[in-house]
Structure formats: C-alpha cells, structure tokens
C-alpha cells in the first residue's frame, strides 16, 4: 500500500507542475451505473466462482486543461458483488463483497470531431470493504460467516468515451477495469477476490456551456 501510495503521490506532483500557470480548465461531473464482475477463489485454491453485481459512482469532478488535454478528477465509487458456486471438495460457497472509495484520476482527454471525447485513465483510491461467506457442505449443513470490514486501497484502469448531446448535458460510456485482489480470512475458511472489471453508463453536466456545431452556446439549455 506505501509503494503505491507514493506512485501517486509522485503523479499528482508531476501534473500540478505541468499545468502550473495555466488558468482555464474545462470542468465536468458525472453520475454513472452498470454490470461489474469479479472472481472468487475459496480456500486459495485454482478453483473459482464467479462474482458479479454493479459498479455505481458519482464523479464530483474533472477538470481538463484546455492547453495540454491532460485531465484530473475526483470519484466516488461504490461495488456491490455476490455469487454462488462449489469449491472443489463439492462445499457450496456464497460470497459477498461491497466497497465504497474515493478515487483520484488522471488521464488524457482527445477531443474528435468537436463532440466526442475519448479518455484513457487510471485511478487511485482508498475506501471501506466488507464482506461475508456462507458455506454449505455435502451432508447440508449451512455455516454462516460474519460479515468483516476492512480499509484497502486499490487501483482502475480503462477508458471513457463521452459523446457532447447538449452544450450541458452529455452521455457516456466506461470501461473500467480493477487492480485489486481481496482475502477473505475466516478461522475455517479462507479465499481471495479478484476484483474483475465493469461496463458502465454516464450521465454527464459539463459545467461551462460549449459550442456544438449549430447551437448557441449563449442559449438556455432548453434552447430559448
């Protein structure tokens, strides 16, 4: 967690001194959903079951320099999982996993045709996970794990591509993929997530008004 808390550290210092001195930024907030995955290994075994559920998040801001297309911003991000499966010994496993993160981005904005923006990115953040097991073994007997909470930081990467509809509003489209594996360490029962990635929908406000193509970027947003 150090060694990567450092990495950022070094990359929010190398791209406040390259934007430093410049004045206007293009700022943009978001609200977004959508299917994510991950991979569930019980008793860290090769044996998997596969997890899956939503990626919901809210993106408080990103501010793109309009000199160099560089961008940052600030995310919060929540994963709820579940799924169910055998391991290899036959036991019947139900995992579940949540987390809620504040995330730091950094990316590249390239701007096509005067209204498609497609962004590659990678992020860092630090939030709360829970989690629980239920196991049921091969004679039905049903043991129920309590569920755990812990802090853990881990990383995004992946691409976004956000289409101007509006000089306000615009839609989006995210794929996203995690850097983070999870144990989950009980006294009998032991496994790891491997978080997976996700496909999510955005509803975008750029908060400066723009031009696009024959829309007056003086008009109100309903037009008049």
Known sequence: MRSRFLLLSFLIWLVANTSYGQQEDSSISWLATGSATATYFPNTTDH????????????LWQDRSVFTNFFDGLHLISLDLSGEGS???????????????????????LYLANFAHVQPYFAYGIGNVTFSNRTTDSTGAVTPYAEKSEIADWGIYGLNLIIEITGKLWLGYALNYYQETQSIEYQTSDGSIALGSSQTLMLVWNWERVPIKAIDPKSSFWGR
Request: aromatic share 12%.
């Open 87 to 109: 391991d290899a010994s036959g036991n019947l496993h139900a995992p579940k996993y949540s987390n809620l993160s504040l995330f730091y981005s950094l990316g590249y904005d």
């Open 48 to 59: 998997s079951i596969q997890l899956t559920g939503t990626h919901s998040e809210i993106a």
